[in-house]
């Protein structure tokens, strides 16, 4: 059967984009031109606060202070499972050589970017997560130069619980200043700092246009949309946990889409009358979110069978994909799109944006069909090199002068030329483009 509507989006992840362009390339080149002033004019205007841009010790010592020690104790132990999983991601990476024809050797290396920027969320939500999952990946990576960058809130400052976490994640500098005014100061390196290599971290429609504007001057993890979330269930799910993890990833805002994909009426029926129940029950902040995340942007699709499902997430290609259905290792093996998986009922989309241990940096809007999430591997350089003998550098000497004369590149031809006529004096070569 085609795949049945019970509840369809009114509205995309782009229906209600705005063009922020103009106004973020404004301020982007006011700020490059007018350097840190233009900066804290702009961090006046939008963050309200005019305390210390860049924290000092005491400053980040004060802010721990004021942390509780329980929560401390779960900063630490999402940090140890971030570091931990980012420490075996790294492992995959090896550095190879090898003997491509005879003489001649080449191989790969992995090099850590220099400097970077981990932007943290600090607006509607605090993202101590997000200050977990940009800084730890960074620093097992290698990065020399790991600034952290969090919107302050007017006569408080930064949330004393992103300066603790992004300071035991290894964070060198801790930065009071939010959206496009943030990204610009660690983008061109004012106050001091070193220019970042790459920026990472999500961050409002501001900050991700900022990035992508800047995406080729410096890299950046990726340009992300709403969040957004897709359960497989079948009819042994728990309809009340799947309605419950619909609502949970709802609250982000009021444009982030959420979508069950089912092959079972009677659950699809449950959770369609189950969610609004759960909404009109949370508090008035995370009840506006979700409502209008639910009403606008939620679909429930009915499937034939579970391969029609895990052809309709792929096809969705979510950024967060839950499996709450039999025989999970079929699914593991079936589906291809998605930013991170979670694999029965046991685990849940927000174990991984805490503390579970894989990142919560994400690819949004049906990217997830052609990249995956932020990692190490996001700030190592994957380069290549080679050498070879004299010998081994004879028969590419050749192709190489035949084929640049085939394309038309007699320059490139004569670097193997010259090589040629020095290590093999008085041999004839046909060198011409159709010898």
Aim: one cysteine or more; proline letters at 4%.
């Amino acid at each position: 059967m085609a795949r049945e509507y019970l509840k369809k989006a009114s509205k995309t992840s782009k229906s209600d984009a705005s063009d922020v362009h103009q106004t973020v390339t404004r301020i982007l080149d006011e700020i490059e031109a007018g350097g840190d002033r233009v900066a804290l004019d702009y961090a006046a205007k939008f963050d309200g606060y005019e305390g210390s841009v860049i924290l000092s010790q005491a400053e980040i010592e004060a802010a721990i202070a004021q942390v509780p020690e329980k929560l401390r104790a779960d900063i630490r132990f999402a940090h140890g499972n971030v570091k931990r999983f980012a420490e075996a991601q790294k492992a995959t990476l090896k550095d190879i050589e090898i003997e491509v024809v005879p003489g001649l050797i080449a191989g790969q290396k992995s090099i850590p970017v220099s400097a970077a920027g981990c932007y943290v969320p600090g607006g509607r939500y605090s993202h101590v997560a997000s200050a977990i999952m940009t800084v730890t990946t960074a620093k097992v990576a290698g990065c020399k130069h790991i600034t952290a960058c969090s919107p302050p809130r007017p006569g408080v400052g930064i949330n004393p619980a992103i300066v603790y976490a992004a300071h035991i994640c290894g964070a060198d500098t801790i930065m009071a200043m939010g959206g496009v005014q943030g990204v610009a100061a660690m983008t061109f390196g004012l106050f001091g700092l070193p220019k970042v290599n790459i920026l990472v971290g999500p961050g409002n429609q501001f900050v991700a246009e900022a990035k992508r504007i800047l995406f080729g001057r410096v890299g950046i993890d990726m340009i992300a949309g709403p969040t957004d979330s897709l359960i497989l269930a079948d009819g042994g799910a728990d309809a009340e946990i799947v309605a419950t993890d619909l609502v949970g990833q709802a609250e982000h805002g009021y444009n982030s889409p959420v979508w069950l994909v089912t092959d079972n009426r009677a659950l699809a029926e449950t959770v369609l009358a189950r969610v609004p129940q759960l909404i009109a029950d949370l508090p008035e902040v995370n009840r506006d979110n979700a409502a209008a995340a639910w009403r606008d942007y939620a679909e429930v699709i009915l499937c034939a069978d579970r391969e029609e499902m895990a052809a309709t997430s792929d096809d969705y290609a979510p950024e967060h994909l839950t499996v709450q259905a039999a025989d999970l290792d079929w699914w593991l093996a079936r589906l291809t799109c998605y930013g991170s998986l979670f694999l029965g009922e046991e685990t849940t989309v927000a174990f991984g944006d805490k503390a579970s241990g894989t990142n919560h940096v994400l690819p949004t809007s049906g990217a997830a069909s052609y990249t995956g999430g932020l990692s190490v591997h996001k700030y190592m350089k994957i380069v290549t090199w080679q050498r070879a003998t004299r010998e081994g550098s004879k028969p590419v000497a050749e192709a190489t002068a035949r084929i640049s004369r085939l394309e038309g590149m007699e320059a490139h031809a004569r670097t193997a030329d010259i090589r040629l006529a020095k290590y093999f004096p008085g041999e004839n070569f046909d060198l011409s483009a159709d010898g």
